[in-house]
C-alpha cells in the first residue's frame, strides 16, 4: 500500500523540495497552507482560527509539520514573539485536536521541525541532545515547541523532532543571505567569528526527514545538522573562496549587529557547537559532509536539480 504524508509548511524551502522527493519515491502527498492550492491534495487551515480541514488527514500514516512563523525575517517586537511562538505551539495542538477528532485515523508518525537554537549560546561547548535547554528567546521559543509536539506521545504515536541549523540551499533559507555581503565584496566575520555554525545540504535535510519517516526505530529529538559544524569566520571564508570574493580580515563589530537586527542579533551570533552523532547512529547517511563539499555542489556552474 502506497504511504500518504501530511505536510505542513509545505511552501517553505525545505517542504517545497521534500514534496518533490516524496512524489518521486512514490509517497502521496497532502499539504496543509493558509491558502488553498490547485491539487486536490491542498488542504486549508487557519491556525489562529482553530479551523482547520479534518480530511487533511485521511489515509494519512505519518505527518511532517515544518509550519511556523519566520525567526529572523522581521523585528522581535512582543507581539512579533507571540507569532513565533504561536504559530508553533498552536499548529502542534490543532493537529492533535484533529487527530483527536477522528479514532480511525491511521496516523502513526509525527516528525516536527525544531532548531539548534534549543541549547542558547554555549560557546564551544559539544552539544549533544541531551544538553540542556539554554536561555534567551529562540531557547524557550524551542522548549515550548518541543513541549507541544511531546504532547503526541499521549495520542500513542512515534515522535521525532529535528533540531535544524542552517539549511544551505540556492532557492532560499540562510545561504543567499549570507553570501550577498560576500558578493558585494565586503565579506567578513560577524561579531567574533569564533561562535559555531551547524549547517546542513537542503538534500541532506530533505532526506533526514524521509529517513525520520521510514526508520521506525527514530524517536524523540535529533541535531540535524552535518558532522562537522564550522565557526562564522571559517564559513564567510569558504562563501569567498567559492565566489572567488575576497574575504577581509576585519569584522563586524556585536554592537553593530545589535544596532542594525536589534534583538534578532542573537540568532546570528549564537554559538552552538552540535554533535551529529546520535543520527549517524540510527543510521542515517550524509551526501555532504564537510562545508567545502557542500558549497561545490550549490556554486556549481551547473548545479544538480535539489530533488
Known amino acids: 500500500m502506497v504511504k500518504k504524508i501530511l505536510i505542513t509548511g509545505a511552501s517553505g524551502l525545505v517542504g517545497t523540495e521534500l514534496k518533490k522527493h516524496l512524489l518521486s519515491k512514490g509517497y502521496e502527498v497532502n499539504t496543509l497552507s493558509r491558502k488553498k492550492g490547485n491539487e486536490p491534495n491542498s488542504f486549508v487551515w487557519d491556525v489562529y482560527k482553530g479551523t482547520i480541514d479534518e480530511n487533511c488527514i485521511d489515509g494519512v500514516n505519518s505527518i511532517i509539520h515544518l509550519a511556523g512563523e519566520g525567526v529572523a525575517d522581521k523585528a522581535w517586537t512582543d507581539e512579533r514573539k507571540k507569532l513565533i ?35 542558547g549560546d554555549c560557546g564551544d561547548e ?115 573562496k567559492h565566489l572567488h570574493r575576497p574575504f577581509w580580515p576585519i569584522k563586524v563589530p556585536k554592537k553593530a549587529i545589535e ?12 554559538s552552538n557547537n552540535t554533535s551529529a552523532q546520535k543520527i549517524l547512529d540510527a543510521g542515517f547517511k550524509f551526501k555532504f559532509t564537510h562545508l567545502d563539499d557542500a558549497l561545490r555542489d550549490l556554486y556549481s556552474p551547473s548545479p544538480r536539480r535539489e530533488n
Not at 86 to 96: H, I, P, Y
Not at 99 to 107: E, L, R, V
Not at 259 to 270: I, Q
Open 85 to 119: 511562538i504561536d504559530s508553533r505551539v498552536k499548529s502542534t495542538e490543532l493537529l492533535f485536536k484533529t487527530i483527536k477528532s477522528k479514532p480511525g485515523h491511521q496516523i502513526k508518525s509525527f516528525i516536527s521541525s525544531s532548531a539548534v537554537g534549543y541549547y
Open 126 to 240: 559539544i552539544l549533544t541532545e541531551e544538553s540542556p535547554n539554554g536561555f534567551g528567546f529562540l531557547p524557550e521559543c524551542c522548549k515550548l515547541w518541543e513541549e507541544a509536539v511531546d504532547q503526541g506521545k499521549k495520542l500513542s504515536l512515534r515522535i521525532v523532532k529535528l533540531r535544524t541549523g542552517i539549511v544551505l540551499s540556492n532557492y532560499g533559507g540562510a545561504l543567499p543571505q549570507l553570501d550577498k555581503s560576500v558578493r558585494l565584496f565586503v565579506g567578513a566575520a560577524l561579531g567574533t567569528g569564533k561562535q559555531w555554525t551547524p549547517w546542513l545540504h537542503i538534500s541532506d535535510m530533505v532526506e533526514m526527514y524521509i529517513e525520520a519517516v521510514e526508520n521506525l526505530k527514530m524517536q524523540d529529538c535529533y541535531n540535524a545538522c552535518a558532522p562537522f559544524p564550522v565557526t562564522n569566520k571559517t564559513l564567510t571564508q569558504a562563501i569567498a
Open 259 to 270: 544596532l542594525l537586527m536589534g534583538e534578532r542579533a542573537e540568532a546570528v551570533l549564537m
